[in-house]
């Protein structure tokens, strides 16, 4: 879990890092332009929003649970913070409250999945569902825009500050905060806890349920912080939006080394989990592989991340 | 039969074993005792393959053999029951028995089902236990489930059968029939490597005798030849005194007491009292409702009826936080998966139930909790190579006095032990002793369960005696024997005169 572990060797812990150094050198051997600042730029930007949603899902897969429904969490918070914002609301006050709509519907989740029992693979499949038929309810299936020229609104995914893309400096603050978290706090100790043994967990007085409602509350949130880094950059909410992007954000989160059943992991492997892809995407592109043929080359490189990843723990 | 030579292995440039020796004769009962940590466990992973060694030589029947994994052990007739279980609790009993080796019809990989259940049964019955051997293992208690291991061991037909604490957590008559199916196999040559930490168990089985302290092979005796305080001496390098250290306390106001608590299928009609500075134990057997008990008073599991009163006021506990909110601590059972976050550091473990002392504002700081752990550890003398170290890799002693450490930094007025000092080595089942002494002293209360009878009469003050869900039987100190116990522990009559 935590570097100093010994149960997750030294190596164990840059593999990743190393394995996005390859795919780099190869992808930059093969179309040098890839090493630009305006295309790593791209990269990053690109990256963002995977990685403010894995960041949660790191969470919430310490906890030993996984979220299906974020993709459509996103569309959902998104759709209606636009449908706010185009109806006249400011602009501000619609965002924080598309904000909280996303730590609600996560909250919503976590209720089912604590209190109700239920498997959290079959409660966010359901959820999943409902979300996105609620999306498509709300859009009647059609994308919203017309959503005035609120600086702030506008800076959030296409700003630069200091010459960076605003989504990507709310990336690194965001991992800054949320590592923070799980290394000095208490709430981070007591999700590694539960995914590690939560019936000790229990019976050392901690609440579970509380802290699996907050997890997936988190990662609502952070959903819903993505969801507006995207309409923003789209400058409109589309109903389809966010579809299968909670498979991304769980390959984020293996690639980054974090066992799926909980307990061990880092939100730096995440991150790093998340670049992965993004570069990936990228790259593939850059170096003309057909889009059909690049999904193929994405899923043959997670599954031999996480073969070797498995190799390695045996 | 077997004969280990100058074997020495360390973890991470920790030596664990330095150049021990090992020798199994063909037909013996072989006993292998050491402290907590001393190495045990390890060598006999050594042995069957599980832990490559650094350096030594192992012969089995005078041909030096390097076993790679533990089914090549398995192949030369070893076969191993570990200090931790290997149940899969959802297959049921027979599957369990014939995991890795079932009998199909010809090689069509169908199970014959009914054919092994009928074998299982009569393995089983033959080691005293009666049971569906089509319900899954979960439903077996930990004793059983040891005792399914057991056969499983016997049934592979193996010549030398290395028994890791077997009995820790078996009743008293398990005990009896396992100690008479190991004496039988013995009349058929089978050669036994036995590793317990209790004394009576291994004059009256062993025929001889290894210890080890710190991974170092101290000596070999013949268990005709050695006596009770050879052995001590020789396992801790020093006298060691009074197996019960003696108590100073006073007996204070009530601090517990509970009223025909029930809860259905596991206990009824529970009425007793708690008193400051008294250690109040409840013995029985194996699936008494003890751990049940235990359970509900720590919010746990669910109360169907009855009242509970702490400090004279009634109190509903309804969860383990809300009890260790009021002062209760909980020292579980079965550490493994009730009492450890095996993946986390013992400094972990330990801050698991101590974040308020800690922490501040929901931040941990790593003073506070490298301060609680040294102390913790100071205190109880749990042997680690330090806070990193992940409990996964403590011995099982040691992670039993993780989990009592847990509950020490709350400082609580009650305490609830389960089976405290199971598996641990003599000189730390003092240490324990003497803690809970030092509690009592400082007026905490004690609810001890446990089903060591000795443990019982040498520290209770009082004991309740459970069977089947309930008291039947309240014994003050001066009428503690281990007949009486056992006699009301098996459902013996319950007499009129007794529950005055
Ligand atoms: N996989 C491992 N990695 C690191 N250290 C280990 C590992 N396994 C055992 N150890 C260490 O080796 C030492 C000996 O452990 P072992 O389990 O053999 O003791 P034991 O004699 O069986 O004790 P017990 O009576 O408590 O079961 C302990 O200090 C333990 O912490
Ligand atoms: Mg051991």
Redesign the pocket.
């Known amino acids: 879990m935590q570097l100093k572990n010994?149960n997750q060797s030294l190596l164990q812990k840059i593999a990743p890092f190393i394995g996005l150094i390859l795919i780099i050198v190869i992808i930059t051997i093969l179309n040098p332009g890839f090493l630009s600042v305006s295309n790593l730029m791209n990269v990053l930007r690109q990256v963002s929003i995977n990685a403010l949603i894995a960041f949660g899902m790191t969470f919430v897969i310490l906890t030993g649970g996984i979220d299906l429904s974020v993709g459509a969490t996103l569309a959902l918070t998104g759709a209606v913070t636009a449908g706010m914002m185009a109806s006249g609301i400011d602009p501000i006050f619609a965002m924080l409250l598309g904000l909280l709509l996303g730590a609600i519907l996560g909250a919503i989740n976590g209720i089912i999945i604590a209190k109700g029992k239920v498997a959290p693979f079959i409660a966010t499949l359901a959820t999943m569902t409902i979300y996105r038929g609620l999306t498509l309810v709300y859009t009647d299936g059609r994308p919203i825009s017309g959503l005035g020229d609120s600086l702030t609104f506008q800076m959030l995914g296409k700003g630069y500050f200091l010459g960076i893309p605003i989504p990507v400096v709310t990336m690194i603050a965001s991992f800054g905060i949320l590592y923070f978290i799980l290394k000095k706090t208490t709430f981070g100790r007591r999700v590694y806890a539960i995914g590690g043994n939560e019936e000790a967990s229990i019976l050392s007085g901690i609440n579970a349920d509380r802290i699996k409602i907050y997890v997936y509350s988190l990662l609502g949130l952070l959903a819903a912080l993505a969801s507006l880094i995207l309409t923003s950059r789209l400058n409109s909410a589309q109903p389809t939006a966010g579809e299968m992007f909670e498979l991304d954000a769980i390959a984020a989160v293996v690639l980054g080394g974090t066992s799926l059943t909980g307990g061990r992991g880092w939100i730096v492997g995440t991150l790093i989990g998340a670049l992965i892809i993004g570069v990936l995407n990228n790259g593939l592109n850059l170096i003309g592989v057909p889009s059909f043929f690049q999904q193929v080359v994405k899923g043959a490189v997670i599954l031999l991340a996480v073969l070797l990843d498995r190799k390695k723990t045996t | 039969m077997i004969k280990m030579t100058d074997i020495s292995k360390s973890?991470?440039g920790?030596k664990?074993?330095k150049s021990v020796h090992f020798n199994l004769e063909k037909g013996e009962i072989h006993a292998l005792m050491?402290?907590?940590?001393?190495?045990?466990?390890?060598?006999?992973?050594v042995m069957s393959g599980i832990?490559t060694r650094d350096s030594g030589t192992i012969e089995v029947k005078g041909q030096k053999v390097d076993f790679t994994s533990p089914k090549q052990a398995e192949e030369a007739g070893i076969a191993v029951i570990h200090?931790e279980l290997n149940i899969l609790p959802h297959l049921s009993i027979a599957d369990n028995l014939f995991l890795g080796r079932e009998e199909t019809i010809g090689r069509t990989g169908i199970l014959k089902t009914k054919q092994m259940e009928k074998k299982t049964r009569q393995i089983l019955l033959d080691l005293g236990l009666d049971v569906n051997p089509s319900e899954p293992a979960s439903t077996l208690s930990v004793g059983k489930q040891q005792i399914v291991e057991i056969a499983k061991a016997i049934s592979v037909d193996a010549e030398v059968i290395i028994m890791?604490?077997p009995t820790a957590a078996l009743t008293d008559r398990e005990i009896d029939s396992l100690f008479k199916t190991i004496r039988e196999l013995q009349k058929r040559g089978v050669s036994f490597i036995y590793?317990s930490?209790r004394m009576e168990e291994i004059f009256s089985l062993c025929d001889r005798i290894t210890i080890?302290r710190d991974?170092e092979f101290v000596g070999e005796r013949k268990i005709s030849e050695t006596s009770f305080d050879e052995i001590v001496q020789m396992m801790v390098g020093r006298e060691l005194g009074d197996r019960f250290p003696e108590r100073k306390s006073t007996i204070g106001e009530i601090k517990l007491a509970v009223k025909g608590l029930n809860r259905k299928d596991c206990f009824e009609d529970i009425s007793f009292e708690l008193r400051r500075g008294e250690v109040l134990s409840i013995a029985g057997l194996m699936g008494a409702g003890r751990t049940e008990v235990a359970q509900s008073l720590f919010g746990y599991k669910k109360l169907d009826g009855g009242t509970i009163e702490f400090d004279g006021k009634q109190v509903k506990i309804d969860t383990p936080r809300k009890a260790k909110e009021m002062g209760i601590g909980y020292v579980t059972e079965d550490r493994k998966s009730e009492g450890l976050v095996v993946d986390f550091t013992v400094e972990e473990n330990v801050s698991m139930t101590n974040f308020a002392a800690i922490s501040k504002n929901g931040l941990i700081s790593k003073d506070k909790e490298r301060k609680l752990y040294d102390n913790m550890v100071k205190r109880l003398g749990i042997?680690?190579?330090g806070p990193d170290?992940?409990a996964?890799?403590?011995?099982?002693?040691?992670?039993?006095k993780v989990v009592i450490a847990k509950w020490l930094g709350i400082e609580p007025e009650l305490l609830i032990l389960d089976e405290p000092t199971r598996?641990?080595?003599v000189g730390a089942k003092k240490e324990i002793y003497s803690i809970i002494n030092e509690l009592a002293e400082r007026g905490v209360a004690i609810l001890m369960i446990s089903s060591e009878l000795p443990e019982v009469i040498g520290m209770a003050d009082r004991v309740l005696v459970m069977h089947e869900g309930k008291i039947t039987a309240e014994l003050p100190k001066e009428e503690m024997t281990q007949e009486r116990i056992m006699h009301f522990a098996t459902g013996g009559g319950k007499l009129a005169v007794e529950k005055q």
């Open positions: 010994n | 973890f991470s920790n664990v074993l050491g402290e907590n940590g001393a190495g045990k466990s390890t060598l006999m992973k832990y200090q890791d604490e590793i930490h080890l991974g042997r680690t190579s170290q992940t996964k890799s403590l011995s099982g002693g040691n992670q039993q598996g641990v080595d």
